[in-house]
């Protein structure tokens, strides 16, 4: 079966920091698309980060300079690195992997079930 399990969300407040993981089982991470999206309430789910065989393709300016996607190939799993986190980061956090990068998270064909970052002022 092949699916991603996410970890790693929680609360915090402003200026701090969270690490998101998402691990790949059945399926290998490196030689996939793989990315970070994020749905804010009453917003559209977005995609901000970006890896396309190990290598960064994609960071949003939003998270530019404070946020940082890697992957661990002995542990097969996705980082998220969120620094000086906002109010405004607040969201569900999802990690999605294809064959190849996609428009939209439902076009992936592995997608995490999400986990909470809370951004307290």
């Known amino acids: 079966q092949v699916h991603l399990v996410e970890s790693g969300g929680g609360s915090v407040q402003a200026g701090g920091s969270l690490t998101l993981s998402c691990t790949g089982l059945?399926?290998?991470?490196?030689?996939?698309?793989v990315e970070w999206f994020r749905q804010a309430p009453g917003r559209e789910r977005e995609g901000f980060a970006k890896?396309?065989?190990?290598?960064?393709?994609y960071i949003a300016d939003s998270v530019k300079g404070r946020f940082t996607i890697s992957l661990d190939n002995t542990k097969n799993t996705l980082y998220l690195q969120m620094n000086d986190l906002k109010p405004e980061d607040t969201a569900m956090y999802y990690c999605a992997a294809d064959w190849r990068c996609r428009q939209q998270f439902s076009e992936y064909n592995s997608r995490g079930q999400g986990t909470q970052v809370t951004v307290s002022s």
């Open positions: 890896m396309l065989t190990g290598r960064t393709i």
């Open positions: 059945g399926l290998t991470l490196s030689n996939r698309c």
